[in-house]
């Protein structure tokens, strides 16, 4: 089995800000691989179908970012899902806008969701894609960064970290992460 989680926080309040790239992504995701988000259980709403004979889910945590990881382990204990069969897709300060980078493992790096998911799971052992959101401002706050829409002139390179997360995941399914992480990165 195969999870895919897209973070983000629920509400049309937050629809198409910067922290909510994670949403964005598996909604393409959605679209490609034919997988709606139907169920609504574990605070959060999934999907899955089967793919090449393996069952694929699709998560959104509905828990708001700080809290993903409540809503990631439930269904991760629920399906029996191997941590290392989980790939989470977030925003990045870090990398600008159209860049993606994708990572075996690692740290929080000061995301909250992805802190949340550590404490959660007992492991910082799961698969990223982080989608590049870009530095705030100068005289901006991270939280108000993070927090406000793209401007009109980023969007194109937003759009384009979209179709090209949504490549690597759709990858994901023939092979394995590293070949992934070799064509992607």
């Not at 691989?33 to 393996?54: A, D, N, T």
């Not at 970290?161 to 070799?182: D, G, L, P």
């Amino acid at each position: 089995m195969k999870l895919i989680v897209g973070l983000g926080n629920p509400g049309k309040k937050y629809a198409g800000t910067r922290h909510n790239i994670g949403f964005e992504v598996l909604d393409q995701c959605e679209k490609k691989l034919g997988i709606p988000f139907e169920v609504s259980k574990f605070q959060s709403s999934f999907g899955y179908r089967y793919i090449e004979g393996e069952k694929v889910f699709l998560q959104k945590p509905l828990t708001y970012m700080n809290l993903s990881g409540q809503a990631v382990r439930p269904l991760i204990d629920y399906f029996n899902i191997d941590v290392e069969d989980v790939l989470v897709v977030y925003d990045d300060l870090d990398l600008p806008p159209g860049t993606i980078r994708l990572r075996q493992k690692g740290g929080h790096g000061g995301h909250n969701g992805i802190r949340s998911l550590i404490d959660q799971l007992g492991t910082n052992e799961f698969k990223r894609i982080r989608v590049g959101i870009g530095r705030p401002p100068e005289g901006q706050t991270v939280v108000d960064h993070v927090l406000r829409t793209f401007a009109k002139s980023e969007r194109p390179d937003v759009d384009h970290s979209i179709e090209t997360a949504t490549a690597a995941i759709e990858r994901w399914m023939t092979t394995n992460f590293t070949n992934v992480m070799n064509d992607f990165n």
